[in-house]
């Protein structure tokens, strides 16, 4: 079982940078795709970024592309999402999320499924 506590989450003014971080209870922890999501009210859950076992791919939702960074500390056992230059529609819950990695898997938040999720936390960015 994999377990995943979120932090770092809060309030910042549009502009304004947050660093959330992810931290995992696994010992295969080096052997998951990891990724973020958020989820606004009233709407859908949405995949942010992703990034595969060993940091050499990683993938961004449109929306977040050269404003966010996604990175991994296998060593650590932690994961973290920079957020630069936020907007107001940056605003919902994240959530950090594992799905063991199985050859041929390139860790897509698109194409993956996610079977271990954090309870999340709030961002709020007020413009």
């Known amino acids: 079982q994999v377990q995943l506590v979120e932090s770092g989450g809060g309030s910042v003014q549009a502009g304004g940078s947050l660093r959330l971080s992810c931290a995992a209870s696994t010992y295969t922890y080096s052997r998951h795709c990891m990724g973020w999501f958020r989820q606004a009210p009233g709407n859908e859950r949405e995949g942010v970024a992703s990034i595969s076992t060993g940091s050499s791919l990683t993938f961004y939702a449109d929306s977040v592309k050269g404003r966010f960074t996604i990175s991994r500390d296998n060593a650590k056992n932690t994961l973290t999402l920079q957020m630069n230059s936020l907007k107001p529609e940056d605003s919902a819950m994240y959530y950090c999320?594992?799905?063991?990695?199985?050859?041929?898997?390139?860790?897509?938040?698109?194409?993956?499924?996610?079977?271990?999720w954090g309870q999340g936390t709030q961002v709020t960015v007020s413009s």
């Open positions: 999320a594992a799905a063991a990695w199985t050859p041929g898997r390139v860790c897509d938040y698109r194409q993956e499924t996610f079977e271990h």
